[in-house]
């Protein structure tokens, strides 16, 4: 097999392909022969050594991964060899094959193609979890998705108007705001050139969005806060801007709202059957043409590096995969 391996932790540009022996299951796992692997900024964190998860050295990144089952080990059942599946490890994903626990992996209906599945996991299952478990998004109420253009934030997009609220995308460009709107967003602001809190006023009248996902944080969580509705939920879903907020606590006070925080993947460990019932509803959404994903690039495994920088250097629209065939 070859892998992109991090054999130190730094820029992603020291990452290197290297072959190694195709990997064997144990009891319990399967081997998944791998024809697309979702890019997330996790994994660019990984690789610098600033996420809270530090895998020992050398490691191979990558958290999804869709493909066909190429060896089953000990004791697996429900699976066969060439069997179409997609599955989240949290590592391993950047590789020609992909040694994975069963319980992490879920077949994959034919009517999804590999590049679109293996965005599905980490950006649709946490938005899946954040805006139906954490956030109790009703239909009719406005949900602001912050940083929308991106892989998480466009997926709450599209989940937020499949769920029946209205959306409202903040992005930082032009181009940003055209890709929210062709993907659902009833409504944009462009907070690099407008004033975040003043066009909620007037996109809301006033009563400002009832659910606030956020993976950008930063400057942009006390403005947007300060405008949440009266018993609003805000969710904390990541730090992409860079520092993590640090909001006055007389604040969800005086909106009587929530501070919410979204971890999926612990979400995911704890209560798989929970998370699997909201894989197979998004599964379903993707399957009839409610969610229509956006794959905007593809890179082979020797450009990996490029494809981490690009979402570092929020260049990315969507998702992108690396395709290690």
């Not at 405008?227 to 904390?236: C, D, E, N, Q, T």
Request: hydrophobic share 50%.
């Amino acid at each position: 097999m070859r892998a992109l391996t991090c054999e130190t932790l730094g820029a992603p540009e020291t990452l290197r392909v290297l072959d190694a022996p195709d990997p064997v299951p144990g009891p319990g796992e399967v081997v998944i022969a791998v024809q697309a692997a979702g890019v997330n900024y996790p994994d660019a964190l990984m690789v610098m050594g600033q996420y809270q998860v530090r895998p020992p050295l050398p490691f191979t990144p990558g958290a999804e991964a869709a493909g066909t089952i190429a060896a089953l080990g000990e004791g697996v059942t429900g699976f066969h060899i060439g069997q179409r599946v997609v599955a989240f490890t949290g590592t391993g994903a950047f590789a020609t094959h992909l040694l994975a626990p069963a319980a992490a992996v879920m077949p994959l209906p034919d009517v999804i193609d590999f590049e679109v599945a293996a965005t599905l996991p980490l950006a649709y299952g946490t938005s899946m979890h954040a805006l139906c478990d954490r956030g109790h998004l009703q239909a009719g109420e406005t949900l602001l998705v912050l940083g929308a253009a991106g892989g998480v934030g466009l997926a709450a997009v599209m989940l937020g108007k499949a769920l029946g609220a209205r959306v409202i995308a903040g992005v930082s460009s032009p181009d940003k705001a055209k890709v929210a709107l062709a993907h659902g967003a009833d409504d944009v602001i462009d907070y690099a050139s407008e004033n975040l809190r003043d066009r909620l006023k007037v996109l809301t009248g006033g009563a400002g969005p009832d659910v606030i996902f956020d993976p950008v944080g930063d400057a942009l969580a006390e403005p947007a806060f300060r405008s949440i509705a009266w018993g609003g939920r805000y969710l904390v879903v990541g730090f992409a801007g860079g520092e993590i907020p640090r909001l006055p606590w007389n604040l969800p006070l005086l909106k009587g709202a929530s501070i919410v925080g979204v971890f999926w993947g612990e979400f995911a460990r704890r209560d798989p059957a929970a998370n699997a019932r909201n894989m197979g509803r998004l599964a379903a959404w993707v399957a009839d043409g409610t969610i229509e994903p956006l794959v905007s690039g593809r890179y082979p495994l020797d450009r990996g590096a490029e494809a981490l920088r690009a979402l570092l250097e929020r260049r990315v629209t969507g998702k992108v995969v690396l395709v290690p065939s």
